[in-house]
């Protein structure tokens, strides 16, 4: 056994060199014309039925109105119910001609299956799952609390309240040879410090997608979304307390981002709707966020030293002392790079 492993070692790389060097051209040459194909004939959403959760803010609010100008009709799943029914209202006005609103908390197994079954009690059928509820902590590992709390309840949230979701949804999705749109995050290669959790669970998302789209195959396609920066209440500070409240901390969002241009969440929210119509497995928003893989893929020794540099201060000093959070103050750049939206501390509440 050991013999035929050498010898693999020595034949694998030079076999993936040669296949990379017959086999990209022409199979890159394919993916175009699939592209300009699939942008040519997109999808058609009028009629069709989304379900959308973490729908009352962010990205997944700026979903509901890119559907909702399609005429999809819609399904809007959070906790907040009065920012879903103000968001439903929109969407509506934007063209949607049936919105309903679920409250619901995607980390609980009993609430994703009661809002799949009510847009199916409603709509009788389903064509799109977006999968976009998520909550972050900023929180060093060694300062975590002894049980985890927080950090459990971001895989719930995340990782979990997709899979559960995704698990009630998918016998309908297959009777529409739907789809289903999953938001990770570019945190899923790029593991800023303070967000060791937060990676970890939209690395889960991709990962399990990944395998899920070959178990469905063609009955069901999968686009997984992973934004950069991006305009929401994520990015305005919005942080989960030790205490299970939320609570918005600006400093540690400055850490954080840094001299990083934030990108603004309609368009994010329609780059995301249009790689669904065309089918695409992967979006990146923005697109040159996608070049942060590359560096991670090639210089990883050099975006490790990055990230303690620009993010971490000296061992012992206070978070505001990160080299991030100094350029910003020292140049007020904040207030040229990103979104007027996220830089008042205030959120909705209810």
């Known amino acids: 056994m050991d013999?035929?492993?050498k010898f693999l070692n020595l034949v694998a790389p030079s076999f993936t060199f040669f296949s990379l060097f017959f086999i990209l051209p022409p199979f890159y040459l394919f993916k175009s014309f699939l592209f300009i194909l699939r942008s040519v004939f997109p999808e058609n959403l009028a009629?069709?039925?989304?379900?959308?959760?973490?729908?009352?803010?962010?990205?997944?609010?700026?979903?509901?109105?890119?559907?909702?100008?399609?005429g999809a009709r819609l399904a809007l799943a959070a906790r907040?119910?009065?920012?879903?029914?103000?968001?439903?209202?929109?969407?509506?006005?934007?063209?949607?001609?049936?919105?309903i609103v679920i409250r619901a908390d995607v980390s609980k197994v009993d609430d994703c299956r009661r809002l799949v079954n009510e847009t199916m009690g409603h709509f009788r059928r389903l064509d799109h799952l977006v999968n976009n509820a998520g909550i972050n902590t900023p929180c060093l590992f060694e300062d975590a609390p002894p049980d985890m709390a927080n950090f459990r309840t971001i895989m719930d949230t995340n990782f979990?309240?997709?899979?559960?979701?995704?698990?009630?949804?998918?016998?309908?999705?297959?009777?529409?040879?739907?789809?289903?749109?999953?938001?990770?995050s570019a945190a899923s290669w790029m593991n800023d410090p303070r967000y060791s959790v937060y990676s970890a669970s939209k690395a889960a998302l991709t990962a399990f997608f990944d395998t899920l789209r070959i178990e469905l195959g063609s009955d069901?396609?999968?686009?997984?979304?992973?934004?950069?920066?991006?305009?929401?209440?994520?990015?305005?500070?919005k942080f989960l307390e030790e205490d299970g409240n939320f609570q918005v901390h600006q400093d540690i969002r400055d850490v954080q981002i840094g001299p990083v241009p934030?990108?603004?969440?309609?368009?994010?929210?329609e780059a995301i709707v249009k790689g669904a119509r065309r089918g695409d497995r992967y979006v990146t928003q923005p697109s040159w966020f996608r070049m942060t893989y590359l560096w991670?893929?090639?210089?990883?020794?050099?975006?490790?030293?990055?990230?303690?540099?620009?993010?971490l201060a000296r061992p012992g000093g206070p978070h505001q002392e990160a080299l991030n959070k100094r350029i910003l103050d020292l140049t007020g750049l904040q207030k040229v790079i990103y979104p007027s939206s996220i830089q008042s501390p205030e959120i909705k509440t209810d």
């Not at 009352?56 to 700026?62: L, R, V």
């Not at 009065?82 to 001609?97: C, M, N, Q, T, V």
């Not at 991670?296 to 993010?311: A, C, I, N, Q, S």
């Open 3 to 5: 013999l035929i492993h």
């Open 47 to 70: 009629g069709k039925v989304v379900l959308i959760t973490g729908a009352s803010s962010g990205i997944g609010e700026h979903l509901a109105y890119e559907y909702g100008k399609r």
């Open 80 to 99: 907040r119910e009065k920012s879903l029914h103000e968001i439903a209202d929109r969407a509506r006005y934007l063209g949607s001609p049936d919105v």
């Open 160 to 184: 979990w309240g997709s899979v559960y979701t995704t698990r009630f949804a998918v016998p309908h999705l297959k009777n529409s040879n739907g789809k289903i749109v999953v938001l990770s």
């Open 220 to 237: 069901v396609s999968i686009t997984i979304a992973s934004p950069g920066y991006i305009e929401s209440e994520l990015t305005t500070g």
């Open 262 to 269: 934030v990108a603004s969440v309609s368009g994010c929210a």
């Open 296 to 311: 991670k893929m090639l210089f990883p020794e050099l975006v490790d030293l990055g990230y303690r540099l620009f993010t």
